[in-house]
C-alpha cells in the first residue's frame, strides 16, 4: 500500500467546510479500495491567523509545506481584509515560490446537472483550460505614486517570458494530444496586446511544429466568450494566458452548471515542488456556515490529486461515485437541488 502525505489548507468561508466534506470522502475510498493511504496534516492558515498574527501563513510556511506530496486547498479571502492581502500572502505565496505554473481546470457536464444552456449544444461540453499561473497579468509586478491625491496612479505590468510561454503552451499542446480529439485553441489578444501577447503567438507557433498531429487553431478572448456560449462542442483543450484563463474558466464552469462544481490543479510538472488542488469557487462568504455550499468541485478536485499521486484508478472510482450522485439529484441549492453539504458527501461516500 502506498502512503502519501496530504497538507490540508480549508483557509477561509466554505473552504473550511468543503475541505473536511473532501477528507471525509477521500477517508471512504481508501478504506473501500485499501490501495493507497493519506497521512493528512491540516494547517490553519488564513484569514483567522491573519487576525491573530498579522500574517496569512506563518513565516516558515512555505519550508513546512515542501515535505508534503500534494496540497488540498481550500479558499481564500475575507470581507473584512483586503484581497490583496489576503490572496498574495497565501494561494498566490504558494503558487508563486513553488513554480505552479500550469494550472489546469477541466469542465464537462456531470449527469443530472442541468447547464444555462440547455437545449443548445451543451452536451458536447467537454473541454480543460490550461492556465499559465506564474506570469501574465498577475505576475505582481507595478505599483502606485501619489496615494489619495488627484494625480494618483496605479500601474500594473503584465510579464510574459519567452521560457514562461514556452513551456505552458507545450503543457497544453502534450495535454491535447493524450485527448482523443486532439485539438488545441490557443487563446490571444495580440490586436490590442502588441508585445507581450505577440510573443504569445510567436512562441506557440514555434511550438505547434512539434505537434503535428494536434490540430490548433487561434482565437481572440473575446471571440473566445462567445464561441464557448454559442458552439461550445467545438472546443477540446484551451490554453490561455493568467487572466485570460482565469475568466474563460469561471465561464466554462457557469454553463457546466455552477461554480461549485469546478476544479483545479495547479502543478509543478517538474515535482520539484508539492502541487496543489483545489475548487475555483471562492471563499463564498454569503454562504458560508449556512452548511449549503456544494462539496463537488473539492471533490473533483480531490480526484485530480489522486490522478496526479498516481492513483488513476481511485481517481476514476471517485469520479464514477460523483456522478452517480448528481445523476441521482442529489444536488446543493447552487444547483436547483435543497441537498445540504453533508447529504451530497453522505450520498458520495455510500456511492463508492
Not at 494625480?151 to 517570458?161: C, D, P, R, S
Request: proline fraction near 5%.
Amino acid at each position: 500500500m502506498k502512503t502519501y502525505s496530504i497538507a490540508a489548507v480549508p483557509a477561509d468561508g466554505i473552504g473550511l467546510e468543503v475541505v473536511p466534506a473532501a477528507l471525509e470522502v477521500l477517508e471512504a475510498l481508501q478504506k473501500k479500495t485499501g490501495s493507497f493511504q493519506l497521512n493528512v496534516e491540516t494547517l490553519p492558515w488564513g484569514s483567522d491567523y491573519y487576525r491573530q498574527h498579522g500574517i496569512m501563513m506563518p513565516a516558515d510556511g512555505l519550508e513546512t509545506l515542501k515535505r508534503f506530496d500534494a496540497i488540498l486547498f481550500g479558499a481564500v479571502g475575507a470581507p473584512d481584509i483586503a484581497d490583496d492581502i489576503t490572496l498574495w500572502g497565501l494561494r498566490l505565496r504558494i503558487c508563486q515560490n513553488f513554480d505552479h505554473y500550469a494550472n489546469v481546470r477541466p469542465t464537462r457536464l456531470l449527469p443530472g446537472i442541468k447547464s444555462p444552456l440547455a437545449g443548445r449544444g451543451a452536451g458536447d461540453l467537454d473541454m480543460v483550460i490550461v492556465r499559465e499561473n506564474t506570469e501574465g497579468e498577475y505576475a505582481g509586478h507595478g505599483g502606485r505614486a501619489h496615494r489619495g491625491l488627484p494625480e494618483e496612479v496605479g500601474t500594473e505590468t503584465a510579464i510574459y517570458t519567452r521560457a514562461g510561454c514556452e513551456r505552458i503552451i507545450r503543457f497544453a499542446f502534450e495535454l491535447a494530444r493524450s485527448r482523443p480529439r486532439k485539438l488545441l485553441t490557443v487563446v490571444t489578444k495580440s490586436n490590442a496586446q502588441r508585445h507581450g501577447m505577440v510573443l504569445w503567438d510567436d512562441v506557440a507557433a514555434l511550438v505547434a511544429k512539434d505537434f503535428p498531429d494536434v490540430t490548433q487553431d487561434k482565437m481572440l478572448v473575446d471571440a473566445m466568450t462567445a464561441r464557448m456560449v454559442n458552439n461550445p462542442g467545438s472546443l477540446d483543450t484551451v490554453v490561455a494566458t493568467n487572466l485570460h484563463a482565469d475568466i474563460l474558466s469561471d465561464l466554462a464552469a457557469a454553463l457546466a452548471g455552477s461554480l461549485g462544481i469546478a476544479p483545479t490543479a495547479n502543478l509543478n510538472p517538474p515535482r520539484k515542488f508539492p502541487s496543489m488542488f483545489e475548487p475555483i469557487h471562492g471563499s463564498a462568504f454569503d454562504i458560508t456556515g449556512k452548511g449549503i455550499a456544494n462539496p463537488i468541485g473539492t471533490f473533483w478536485t480531490s480526484a485530480m490529486m489522486l490522478e496526479h499521486l498516481g492513483e488513476a484508478e481511485a481517481a476514476k472510482r471517485l469520479m464514477a461515485a460523483i456522478e452517480k450522485v448528481t445523476a441521482a439529484g442529489v444536488l446543493t441549492p447552487d444547483l436547483g437541488g435543497k441537498a445540504r453539504t453533508a447529504d451530497v458527501t453522505k450520498a458520495v461516500c455510500d456511492a463508492l
